[in-house]
């Protein structure tokens, strides 16, 4: 008698994307685990590299992410891993920003020049405020504290330095505090 050999990972996408479902779950038997352990390597938080693996599997499933058939599965289910955990690192440190933030503003009985800033939207002269500072700063205010973004996504972003990003914020914010106090 002969065995019946292995399906192909080509063949398991194909079939995976018609709706198989065994196909699926075999394709997460064979690099469920695999895509686990090297995602591990990258970030401690096991909660996160089950979040990320769990939405890799879940984009194959619906279909979400597309399969060039002449790469690598292990490589291809690599990236699409990575990202997913990118994604779920970069939403808890926006969540814990939030969570600092909001206990902050509990201690602190003086506000920061972002809150100043923030509230200003609502009260102040906050327009008056932002056409007083240069362009690159005001960009640099926008990217950071309106829009949210970290000081690497503002650099990106602006394609400039990240160190350049932190120096053009803290000039902003001393002066939003002295137009806006």
Not at 79 to 103: E, K, N, T, Y
Not at 152 to 157: I, K, T
């Amino acid at each position: 008698m002969s065995a019946v050999p292995e399906p192909s990972d080509a063949e398991l996408l194909a079939a995976t994307t018609a709706g198989d479902r065994a196909a699926f779950e075999a394709l997460y038997r064979r690099y469920g685990p695999w895509l686990a352990v090297r995602l591990r390597y990258r970030c401690p938080d096991a909660a996160l590299v089950d979040d990320a693996v769990q939405e890799t599997f879940l984009a194959v499933w619906r279909g979400s992410a597309r399969y060039r058939e002449n790469g690598d599965v292990a490589g291809w289910l690599w990236q699409i891993g990575f990202r997913r955990l990118v994604d779920a690192i970069r939403g808890q440190r926006s969540r814990d920003r939030l969570l600092r933030l909001l206990a902050g503003r509990r201690r602190r009985t003086a506000p920061s020049a972002e809150e100043e800033l923030l509230l200003g939207v609502e009260y102040g002269d906050l327009a008056g405020a932002l056409t007083r500072l240069s362009p690159e700063l005001r960009a640099v205010m926008q990217a950071t504290v309106l829009d949210g973004l970290s000081t690497h996504e503002a650099a990106a972003l602006l394609g400039i330095p990240v160190g350049t990003v932190k120096t053009r914020a803290m000039r902003a914010r001393r002066q939003l505090r002295e137009h806006l106090t």
